[in-house]
């Protein structure tokens, strides 16, 4: 950090305005960048009065690979903490092994998202850079039928059999969760499992585009319709057409876009910026976010009627520290996905590696454990990945502040049965966690629920509305 206060980031790219613009999103943050155009003059500068103050390293892949991984092992052997980020147009896994075995921290991908670059630097310099950046796990593929979604908690399983039930209908769905909990992955679900599975998912991260330019992402634009529109540009709801739109983050969304999104909802038409009429598209929409939309409401950051508009059927999807007899299962299944990578094996996971992670909190949920998990299998030597192969979380475990206390609670087969003092729940609570579980487990399906209780379909139904359990889950 230099004396100013400000951190401090080297930048190895011979692209000017590449440089400019990385330099420009570093700022908003507090970051000074200094730049290298080449390995040679990268390696010069790390002994000058700024390398020996440097917090972070960015560098562009524009060499090829084998001197990029030799550039980054010189760097690695010269500044041993010092955490070296991988920049490039490729998204090819096998390059990002290569790159994480040389020693770099972590691997971004071109077109540059300011988000992601910004929390790729926060979680440099605060030690959390066990796999929280947008990852190369990101481009392992992830789409899955609701049955093979990992996970038997009371609480998931009920959250997945209400999207399920949801998929079948053309009404909206609003998943709620915090961030990497998996909500595109139960998005992508309820598209696959619904009537407009074959056609196609169109995506749109509502916190990644400036706010000018909200409205030609979603709706498009014709040729000279402002400046800058060199030509004509189809926006994501045509090309949804027929299919899903996921509006991921979209609690992030302008107030001014939300106006104009809602009245495409209510409509049925889009008129892109510059064109004389209106157009037709039949989409279905599925929003996501990371706050509860509700609050932002009542603080006026969130327009009410969109946000009913958007909630006709509401998802909460649980964290990962809410559901940790889960892991074992999500551990053995991500790694499954993980070895079939270019460059990657099968590996195994042994109990005290387990344990580990099921001590940790997880606060970027499935996606960090995913992400930890891709960490430790490109680094693994053996044939199962031991506790030693995840210092990071050993680190940021020991860093927790714990009080003494209760044994862990105990459970039955995803039912937990005694609270964090060590009392007993009480029986109400304990049966309505059953009937969740049942109906996740037999994904909806209330005759063959109520058979398996035991008790008769009308009196599971009088259950659901005495235990307060959402009726959508049937």
């Known amino acids: 950090m230099t004396r100013n206060g400000q951190r401090l980031l080297m930048l190895i790219d011979d692209e000017p305005a590449q440089r400019r613009l990385v330099a420009a999103l570093a700022a908003r943050r507090g970051w000074r960048a200094v730049f290298a155009q080449d390995g040679e003059m990268a390696i010069a500068m790390l002994g000058t009065q700024d390398g020996m103050q440097l917090d972070a390293i960015l560098l562009d892949h524009w060499a090829p690979e084998a001197d990029a991984s030799a550039l980054i092992a010189e760097i690695r052997e010269r500044r041993p903490a010092l955490p070296l980020l991988m920049l490039t147009a490729n998204g090819s896994v096998a390059q990002a092994v290569g790159a994480m075995r040389a020693g770099a921290t972590d691997f971004l991908v071109k077109p540059l998202a300011p988000e992601r670059l910004l929390a790729a630097l926060d979680a440099a310099?605060?030690?959390?850079?066990?796999?929280?950046?947008?990852?190369?796990?990101?481009?392992?593929?992830?789409?899955?039928?609701?049955?093979?979604?990992?996970?038997?908690?009371?609480?998931?399983?009920?959250?997945?059999?209400?999207?399920?039930?949801?998929?079948?209908?053309?009404?909206?769905v609003l998943l709620e969760g915090e961030s990497g909990v998996g909500k595109e992955v139960v998005a992508e679900a309820v598209h696959a499992a619904s009537p407009r599975g074959k056609k196609p998912m169109i995506t749109v991260n509502c916190g990644a585009i400036p706010a000018n330019l909200v409205e030609s992402e979603l709706f498009g634009h014709e040729k000279g319709a402002f400046t800058g529109?060199?030509?004509?540009?189809?926006?994501?709801?045509?090309?949804?057409?027929?299919?899903?739109?996921?509006?991921?983050?979209?609690?992030?969304?302008?107030?001014?876009?939300?106006?104009?999104?809602?009245?495409?909802?209510?409509?049925g038409e889009i008129q892109p910026i510059g064109a004389r009429h209106t157009r037709e598209v039949d989409v279905r929409v599925i929003a996501a976010t990371?706050?509860?939309?509700?609050?932002?409401?009542?603080?006026?950051?969130?327009?009410?009627?969109?946000?009913?508009r958007l909630n006709v059927v509401q998802v909460t999807i649980p964290p990962l520290r809410e559901r940790t007899g889960d892991i074992p299962a999500l551990a053995r299944h991500l790694l499954a996905r993980i070895a079939q990578q270019p460059g990657l094996r099968p590996l195994g996971i042994t109990d005290d590696a387990l344990a580990l992670l099921g001590q940790y909190d997880w606060p970027g949920n499935v996606r960090q454990l995913q992400n930890a998990l891709f960490r430790a299998a490109v680094l693994c030597d053996g044939a199962a990945l031991t506790r030693a192969d995840f210092p990071q979380i050993a680190a940021l475990g020991a860093q927790r502040?714990?009080?003494?206390?209760?044994?862990?609670?105990?459970?039955?087969?995803?039912?937990?049965?005694f609270h964090a003092d060590g009392n007993l729940r009480a029986l109400e609570e304990i049966e309505a966690d059953v009937i969740r579980l049942a109906i996740g487990h037999y994904r909806g399906r209330m005759t063959e629920v109520a058979r398996r209780l035991g008790i008769g379909r009308s009196t599971l139904y009088r259950k659901l509305g005495e235990l307060g359990i959402d009726n959508a889950a049937a």
């Not at 959390?128 to 009371?154: Q, Y």
């Open 125 to 172: 310099v605060t030690g959390k850079t066990s796999g929280e950046l947008r990852p190369l796990t990101e481009k392992i593929p992830a789409l899955l039928a609701f049955d093979e979604i990992v996970g038997s908690a009371p609480d998931f399983r009920a959250a997945l059999a209400i999207a399920a039930k949801a998929a079948r209908a053309r009404v909206a």
């Open 229 to 267: 529109a060199f030509e004509r540009k189809i926006g994501r709801f045509q090309e949804a057409d027929g299919g899903t739109l996921f509006l991921d983050e979209v609690g992030e969304m302008p107030l001014e876009a939300q106006v104009k999104l809602l009245r495409v909802l209510q409509s």
């Open 401 to 417: 502040h714990t009080t003494p206390g209760p044994s862990p609670m105990a459970t039955s087969g995803g039912v937990t049965l």
């Open 290 to 308: 990371n706050k509860r939309l509700i609050e932002e409401v009542e603080a006026g950051r969130f327009r009410e009627d969109l946000y009913y």
